[in-house]
């Protein structure tokens, strides 16, 4: 299966500002997707980024808030524009080689705005 | 649209005990189950899978099959552990490498010694 790097780990951050989140992957990946995690709660699907194109976004989420990258096919960033406290989450990334590996994700990015 | 639908929480079990937690789903096709852990503090990690009926996936003692007649992927654990305290989340994939990932509500799991 596939090895996630995130990073950041954890953030603290300021209303009003920005956060970019990084993810590389070991191998390369035709899709990587973004989910986010709010406090309690199941996963969410934010986006999936696809290379070379524009990231597809699930309904509720705008390309406003959370615009993606996708510069090659081993890495993504997200990040979430003009934070509010609703935005406090833990964002993750994944991705899949397949069905008989299932998905792989990323450690995680526990976001925190004050 | 595809929904999972997973046994509300939490569950709290003495050490030894035998461990279920339901889980049932819709989906329009033949879609791949799993389930995930998350340990506290950490990110999720693939406890098992099943991509076909009457599958049955398994790993560290934890074991699901695949029923389609019940749409159904329940977890079981014969003798749970302090160390499986977790949240299990139950989830679907239409299938191949390019589609997301549904998830259930999950279902936070205590165990005391």
């Known amino acids: 299966s596939a090895v996630i790097s995130q990073k950041p780990s954890r953030d603290i951050c300021q209303r009003g500002t920005s956060l970019t989140i990084q993810c590389q992957v070991d191998?390369?990946?035709?899709?990587m997707f973004w989910y986010r995690q709010q406090p309690g709660q199941s996963l969410t699907l934010i986006a999936t980024a696809n290379q070379g194109s524009e990231a597809t976004y699930e309904s509720g989420f705008v390309i406003d808030k959370f615009p993606i990258s996708r510069p090659n096919l081993t890495f993504s960033t997200l990040t979430v524009s003009n934070m509010s406290p609703e935005d406090s989450s833990i964002y993750l990334c994944s991705v899949s080689l397949g069905s008989i590996y299932g998905y792989t994700f990323g450690s995680g990015t526990r976001l925190t705005v004050v | 649209g595809n929904s999972v639908t997973q046994m509300e929480g939490p569950v709290t079990l003495s050490e030894e005990a035998f461990l279920t937690i339901n889980c049932t789903y819709t989906a329009t096709g033949y879609p791949s189950l799993f389930w995930y852990v998350q340990y506290p503090g950490e990110g999720l990690q693939l406890l098992l899978k099943a991509t076909k009926a009457d599958d049955k996936g398994s790993n560290k003692g934890f074991e699901a099959t695949y029923r389609k007649e019940t749409t159904s992927f329940h977890l079981e654990k014969g003798s749970v552990q302090v160390s499986d305290s977790a949240v299990y989340f139950c989830a679907l994939s239409e299938g191949g490498s390019n589609y997301k990932l549904t998830f259930g509500k999950g279902t936070l799991l205590t165990v005391n010694p």
């Open positions: 191998s390369q990946v035709t899709m």
